[in-house]
């Protein structure tokens, strides 16, 4: 069984530009999330997909989108960034949401 | 706002120690709730779950739920250096996560 695969692992952008995370679910799982985290904070939840429709949003702006895949991969889209998008990005997956996620590792992302 | 509370610590205990960890929300709607354990520069792992009033036990763990006072807490017994990392308290509803900040554990030798 493979656990939840993220890429890339790290990354640096330039304000104002675009940048796709890109996250691979465990096998069976058909529900993935994603989560931003600054350093000393705990994961701040992003928005949610279950069988390819977003189902569930977190507090934060329309620059932030995702797709979720046949395949239940998913992607993290971010437009014009900024300076505080730095930060850890995890992806997570489940079966059902209820029963609690799995995380990938994690792209780390900076924005100079 | 959805609110998850956590005490940020550090908490310190000896090696052998309880140490007991919790956690307060906002959302009376809430339907399930979690603990995960994050070292240092790695991602979170789920610990325990639990989902009605009470006590769950996994081994060393002990998760406590009151949903009427809207708490939930984590008791680890016989406190090991390895269980040296941050946890974090997430509260879910139908479609949405929340963690709290967490709490820093510090298990001394």
């Known amino acids: 069984e493979t656990g939840v695969t993220q890429s890339p692992t790290h990354l640096i952008k330039t304000r104002g530009q675009q940048v796709t995370l890109r996250c691979s679910s465990q096998?069976?799982?058909?529900?993935v999330s994603w989560y931003q985290q600054a350093l000393g904070q705990g994961p701040q939840f992003i928005f949610q997909?279950?069988?390819?429709?977003?189902?569930g949003r977190g507090n934060f702006p329309p620059r932030f989108s995702g797709l979720q895949f046949p395949n239940y991969s998913s992607e993290l889209n971010v437009n014009a960034l900024e300076l505080d998008d730095s930060a850890l990005y995890l992806c997570?997956?489940?079966?059902?949401?209820?029963?609690?996620?799995?995380f990938g590792s994690g792209t780390r992302l900076t924005v100079v | 706002q959805k609110e998850v509370e956590q005490n940020s610590g550090p908490l310190s205990v000896p090696e052998g120690a309880i140490a007991s960890l919790n956690c307060t929300y906002s959302?009376?709607?809430?339907?399930?709730f979690f603990w995960y354990r994050q070292y240092s520069g790695k991602s979170p792992e789920l610990i325990m779950s639990?989902?009605?009033?009470g006590d769950k036990e996994d081994g060393r763990f002990t998760a406590q739920l009151n949903k009427a006072s809207q708490y939930v807490s984590l008791l680890i017994r016989d406190s090991q250096p390895s269980d040296s990392a941050t946890y974090l308290c997430?509260?879910?509803?139908?479609?949405?996560?929340?963690f709290g900040s967490g709490t820093k554990l510090n298990v001394k030798p």
């Open positions: 997430a509260v879910a509803d139908f479609n949405k996560f929340y």
């Open positions: 959302d009376r709607g809430s339907q399930s």
């Open positions: 997570a997956s489940s079966f059902t949401g209820r029963d609690g996620y799995t």
């Open positions: 096998s069976g799982h058909n529900t």
């Open positions: 639990i989902y009605s009033n």
């Open positions: 997909y279950y069988r390819e429709e977003e189902n």
